[in-house]
């Protein structure tokens, strides 16, 4: 003889159960999809923060490039291409300027003749982007990322020409931003885990 399903009262206790329990599993299924909306939010809100963050620090060491630059421009030293003294002279700004990893000075047919590290060869820099902008505007110019052949390091390099009288390059005095200053920003950034 065939009962129908819920005739028993075992079925209709279990079909009771069951349907108490659908209310929370729809609270706890919304609760998950809030949650992972606030993560999100906080993210998002993160990401932006530490963006934020990293543009005002870009446009300071920026700043304060091209003002360490055009002085460096200006340094007898340096017009006179007195690689010993240039040497000494950016090796000490080195020191006091971490962020930098390394200054130097360039003539004309991209020689470097002075370096705040000591180089084991004597580079030609004339084929770095920095070096060629420099030397077609005349004027403070940003290169692009690279792996320094000194430093060896990761780094955007920041230049300035030295002009003579008549306007003519005589050098280019360029500084070498590690960019070991991202990985720290971001570090204070207070990021949630699993972010940086």
């Not at 065939?2 to 209709?12: A, C, K, Q, T």
Request: charged share 15%; aromatic share 8%; proline share 4%.
């Amino acid at each position: 003889m065939n009962m129908p399903l819920f005739s028993s009262l075992r079925s209709r206790l279990l079909l009771l159960v069951m349907l108490a329990g659908v209310p929370s599993l729809g609270v706890i299924f919304y609760s998950g999809l809030e949650e992972r909306h606030y993560a999100a939010d906080l993210a998002r809100d993160s990401a932006l923060r530490l963006a934020r963050l990293t543009a005002v620090e870009e446009a300071h060491l920026v700043t304060a490039a091209r003002q360490l630059l055009l002085t460096l421009a200006q340094v007898p030293a340096v017009q006179q291409h007195d690689t010993a003294e240039c040497g000494r002279l950016f090796a000490n700004l080195l020191a006091q300027h971490p962020l930098y990893a390394n200054l130097g000075a360039i003539a004309p047919d991209g020689t470097l003749y002075a370096s705040g590290l000591t180089a084991t060869n004597e580079p030609n820099l004339s084929d770095r982007a920095y070096f060629q902008r420099a030397m077609a505007t005349r004027d403070s110019v940003v290169g692009d990322y690279q792996i320094g052949r000194i430093t060896h390091r990761a780094t955007i390099n920041f230049a300035y020409p030295v002009l003579d009288a008549q306007s003519n390059v005589t050098a280019v005095v360029y500084s070498a931003l590690s960019l070991d200053w991202v990985n720290e920003l971001a570090a204070k950034a207070d990021l949630p885990s699993g972010l940086c």
